[in-house]
């Protein structure tokens, strides 16, 4: 089914015809429309029309709204002071507009004009290290982002840039090569947490040894030397730990209801092949030029604290190559392989500096331009309850797997208050704390401006009032309830009703829901998305305590009329949330 206009694009384009017609001269002319609190809609675009034309805005005002029809879509338009246009649009109106919303599977929602190819770089963990608070924003936004731009039609790639390569791996190797039975499994079904525990005393004793062993020390650093070189048995090393992180990986993942595919896992490692042509591009074309023996890029606008310029070192003067040399790397194989139009990094706003010179680098050498953009999605830091940086009470980083365990406990224990009223099983009860507390966790991330910092407060985020996910899953399972208390009554829209104040609000609010998600897409910003449906489940609580839909039943058409709008809510609430990668149960 082919898109449905929002009444905002109907109500814009019947002003704008009329614009056009009082001043051709103008030409296509923005009237400047938005919600307004003093009818549904204000349209501003007239008063800098009128200077630019040297007209009285109040008179031209005044001739577009007699150009204006009245009656099937503007119920009324009025000029306000200098030459607002204060418009309400009639009842029917806002039902034929949800009844075609409601019989779409994508409740209306446009697919993008000119889809391109997005390739996301989000949820970036370390080979051989314990995930912690600090991997959970990029992971989240990064998979609100894929789901929402997915949604708009456009072909998304997904990239986990894992760290799986560097000299820390010369000790660990060794280490394993010298005691070959630490990442011995006890079964064939391996836990997360058994391979998180094997790495961890693993990468202990190794650190351990060689801090203390200088023979060891330089077998050590010999083996990243063959690392480098790709030497078989190195490499199959390697490789068992990058196997042992992965099933890690996948466990915490899986707490986070995500889903990681093997294939989307292109970590450091996966560039090495190109790094040298990488280095050999930059130097031929001058991009890159060499410093004291180093291959650096530098930027008039980059400065350290003596005032010299800092560069973007490429290649350091041992030969070794720095991350800038693996990011470049993976530009070109972005662009050039996978046929990216835009490349998305949700990388720690702290390395901003980084990323800037990076994609300034790719500009010069001609690996971005204006048809392929990159741009960092920077988030701030998640904060404990003090304000300052998330450790435990030891001061350590809060290991990534405790914070979710503890947030599905608490959760768990919030449902389980409510199970009986609403007749959940005990497997209905764990089920429900685990998509509760998750969806707390992102939630709480997700509604907030992804470059702000956040406080993460467990006892907030599982609060069933407030900007919480927890308020509109129990609003979307509320919703539920209803259609199901409903029995024989069935949802019906009946566009020749008058509407309540609390109804159309309600209306207006479901409608934007298409332009909502077009801009939440646009601008990367999932927060708008969580904006939007915490405001649609306050209007839906509004609406449900003004209009009677069980009891006291109201007359059938007016009853049916507002089973519709129950389950329209209810369809929005759960595809706006599933962009968000949050679960809506049933009952709760």
Not at 110 to 124: E, F, K, M, R
Not at 274 to 303: I, P, Q, Y
Not at 413 to 436: F, H, M, S
Request: hydrophobic share 40%; with cysteine.
């Amino acid at each position: 089914m082919a898109s449905v206009p929002s009444l905002a694009s109907s109500v814009n384009q019947r002003v704008a015809d009329a614009l056009a017609s009082a001043l051709p001269e103008a030409g296509a002319a923005d009237p400047l429309l938005r919600r307004s609190d003093r009818a549904d809609f204000q349209a501003n675009g007239i008063l800098a029309l009128a200077k630019k034309a040297k007209a009285n805005p109040r008179e031209l005002a005044t001739t577009v709204v007699e150009g204006i029809p009245t009656g099937d879509l503007i119920r009324e338009i009025e000029v306000s002071g200098p030459g607002f246009l204060n418009i309400t649009v009639a009842d029917k109106a806002i039902i034929e507009t949800l009844a075609a919303r409601a019989g779409d599977d994508r409740l209306g929602v446009p697919l993008a004009a000119n889809p391109g190819t997005t390739v996301i770089d989000y949820a970036q963990p370390n080979v051989a290290k314990e995930m912690h608070v600090g991997h959970l924003r990029s992971a989240v936004i990064g998979a609100a982002m894929v789901e929402i731009l997915e949604f708009t039609g456009e072909k998304v790639i997904r990239r986990h840039h894992i760290g799986d390569w560097g000299t820390q791996f010369g000790m660990l190797i060794q280490y394993l090569l010298e005691h070959p039975h630490e990442l011995d499994h006890k079964s064939d079904e391996v836990s997360g947490e058994e391979a998180m525990s094997n790495l961890n005393r693993l990468y202990k004793a190794s650190r351990a040894l060689f801090d203390s062993d200088e023979e060891f020390k330089t077998r050590a650093r010999a083996r990243v030397v063959d690392l480098q070189a790709g030497e078989p048995e190195t490499l199959a090393l390697w490789q068992r730990f990058v196997d042992e992180s992965k099933i890690y990986f996948y466990s915490v993942f899986n707490k986070l209801d995500m889903d990681i595919q093997d294939p989307d896992v292109v970590g450091e490692s996966g560039y090495n092949d190109m790094l040298v042509e990488t280095c050999r591009l930059l130097e031929e074309s001058g991009v890159a030029v060499r410093s004291n023996g180093a291959l650096c890029v530098f930027f008039e606008d980059v400065k350290g604290p003596d005032g010299n310029p800092t560069p973007l070192i490429v290649q350091k003067s041992d030969g070794g190559f720095g991350y800038a040399a693996t990011d470049l790397s993976a530009i070109r194989d972005r662009v050039g392989k996978l046929g990216a139009t835009e490349l998305i990094y949700v990388v720690d706003a702290r390395q901003s500096l980084h990323f800037k010179m990076v994609f300034e680098t790719a500009r010069r050498a001609g690996w971005l331009n204006d048809e392929v953009k990159a741009v960092q999605l920077a988030f701030g830091t998640v904060l404990g309850k003090d304000g300052k940086p998330f450790k435990t009470r030891e001061g350590e980083t809060v290991r990534l797997v405790d914070l979710l365990d503890e947030a599905v406990e608490r959760a768990t224990a919030v449902v389980r208050e409510k199970a009986e009223k609403v007749g959940l099983t005990e497997a209905e009860i764990v089920e429900n704390g685990q998509y509760v507390g998750i969806g707390a966790v992102k939630y709480a991330d997700l509604s907030t401006s992804a470059a702000r910092d956040y406080k993460f407060d467990l006892d907030q985020m599982v609060s069933l009032n407030g900007d919480t996910s927890v308020y509109l899953q129990y609003a979307y399972a509320r919703i539920r309830s209803i259609l199901r208390k409903a029995g024989d009554r069935k949802p019906v829209a009946h566009p020749e009703l008058e509407l309540a104040p609390s109804e159309r609000a309600l209306g207006l609010h479901l409608d934007g829901f298409g332009e909502l998600i077009a801009e939440a897409a646009a601008e990367h910003a999932p927060h708008k998305v969580a904006a939007y449906l915490y405001q649609l489940s306050s209007l839906f609580t509004t609406f449900y305590t003004e209009c009677p839909v069980i009891k006291p039943e109201p007359e059938q058409v007016v009853g049916e009329n507002r089973l519709f709008l129950c389950e329209l809510t209810a369809r929005t609430l759960s595809k706006g949330m599933s962009l968000l990668g949050i679960r809506t149960p049933e009952k709760l």
